[in-house]
């Protein structure tokens, strides 16, 4: 596939928010909708059409919830790019408030759920639709698999008595045996190709988070999925639980990952010498 079919084109500014989409995405569209004319005829493609044009507003409305919760606790916004599996808004900063992320994480749903609401007042058709697309977009987002936003909301309430790294793990865990779940039934229901897709492509972006909060932390993950959880269940935190207090200095952090990048051993090896040099 041709790089440039993944290259975000700018779509404009909406709330000062840049918008991008990707040409894939675009050509994606374009394809349905072909298909449907060559199938069904003008009549099935105008339909179709409509239908996708509810199905973007709905991602737009999602990502532009969680855009505006993210700048009401004054987190930046960098742009919202809408691409062929969703879209996503890129938000500076979130890791560094795990509590606030679970916020920004509902917030795309519960815009859903309003625009749920208001077509179940639209007559016919159109309310229809409306209801299943901004239907399917809520629940299908508060399923708890990492990256969905179900996922966040679990690590936010997690990373209140573990660290970011081991609230991240402790919630890809619990993802990845959602998603053999949907595997196992997938083989049992005949959609065996569609979960496969889906569920690598889940389980590879949770592997990319939490590589990524490593590299933006400097902390291995400490504690087993399982430990994470009792202390979650606890109501008295321990004494000994850290929660992580970062990017108090962006060029730490730029330097951890340039460090990482440049190291030649384990990861065990590379938090301990880490460890050995801020502990001399």
Same mark, same amino acid.
């Given at each position: 596939?041709?790089?440039?079919?993944?290259?975000?084109?700018?779509?404009?500014?909406?709330?000062?928010?840049?918008?991008?989409?990707?040409?894939?995405? &675009? !050509?994606?569209? +374009?394809?349905?909708?072909?298909? =449907?004319?060559? *199938? %069904?005829? $003008?009549?099935? /493609?105008?339909?179709?059409?409509? &239908? !996708?044009?509810? +199905?973007?507003?709905?991602?737009? =409305?999602?990502? *532009? %919830?969680? $855009?505006?919760? /993210?700048?009401?606790?004054?987190?930046?916004?960098?742009?919202?790019?809408?691409?062929?599996?969703?879209?996503?808004?890129?938000?500076?900063?979130?890791?560094?408030?795990?509590?606030?992320?679970?916020?920004?994480?509902?917030?795309?749903?519960?815009?859903?759920?309003?625009?749920?609401?208001?077509?179940?007042?639209?007559?016919?058709?159109?309310?229809?639709?409306?209801?299943?697309?901004?239907?399917?977009?809520?629940?299908?987002?508060?399923?708890?698999?990492?990256?969905?936003?179900?996922?966040?909301?679990?690590?936010?309430?997690?990373?209140?008595?573990?660290?970011?790294?081991?609230?991240?793990?402790?919630?890809?865990?619990?993802?990845?045996?959602?998603?053999?779940?949907?595997?196992?039934?997938?083989?049992?229901?005949?959609?065996?190709?569609?979960?496969?897709?889906?569920?690598?492509?889940?389980?590879?972006?949770?592997?990319?988070?939490?590589?990524?909060?490593?590299?933006?932390?400097?902390?291995?993950?400490?504690?087993?999925?399982?430990?994470?959880?009792?202390?979650?269940?606890?109501?008295?935190?321990?004494?000994?639980?850290?929660?992580?207090?970062?990017?108090?200095?962006?060029?730490?952090?730029?330097?951890?990952?340039?460090?990482?990048?440049?190291?030649?051993?384990?990861?065990?090896?590379?938090?301990?010498?880490?460890?050995?040099?801020?502990?001399?």
């Amino acid at each position: 596939m041709s790089p440039s079919l993944l290259r975000p084109m700018s779509l404009g500014r909406l709330f000062g928010i840049p918008l991008f989409v990707t040409p894939l995405a &675009i !050509l994606l569209t +374009l394809w349905i909708v072909f298909q =449907a004319m060559a *199938l %069904g005829g $003008a009549v099935a /493609a105008g339909e179709l059409i409509g &239908i !996708l044009f509810l +199905l973007i507003m709905a991602l737009l =409305a999602h990502e *532009l %919830g969680h $855009a505006l919760m /993210a700048r009401h606790f004054g987190l930046r916004v960098l742009d919202i790019t809408i691409r062929p599996l969703g879209g996503a808004a890129r938000i500076e900063g979130m890791m560094a408030q795990p509590k606030v992320e679970g916020l920004v994480a509902a917030a795309g749903p519960g815009v859903n759920l309003c625009f749920l609401a208001i077509f179940a007042l639209f007559p016919g058709r159109i309310g229809e639709v409306g209801m299943w697309i901004h239907g399917s977009l809520a629940l299908g987002n508060l399923i708890p698999a990492f990256p969905l936003d179900g996922g966040r909301i679990l690590r936010s309430w997690l990373s209140r008595r573990a660290s970011l790294t081991d609230a991240s793990r402790a919630a890809i865990a619990l993802s990845n045996l959602l998603l053999l779940i949907l595997f196992a039934v997938s083989i049992r229901y005949d959609f065996v190709l569609i979960a496969l897709v889906l569920c690598g492509y889940l389980a590879w972006m949770a592997r990319m988070e939490l590589m990524q909060v490593i590299l933006r932390t400097g902390q291995a993950p400490l504690l087993s999925p399982e430990e994470v959880w009792k202390r979650a269940l606890t109501r008295k935190p321990p004494e000994d639980t850290v929660v992580d207090n970062l990017f108090e200095d962006e060029s730490d952090t730029q330097e951890s990952t340039d460090d990482l990048e440049n190291f030649h051993g384990s990861m065990e090896e590379y938090f301990r010498q880490k460890k050995s040099s801020k502990n001399p």
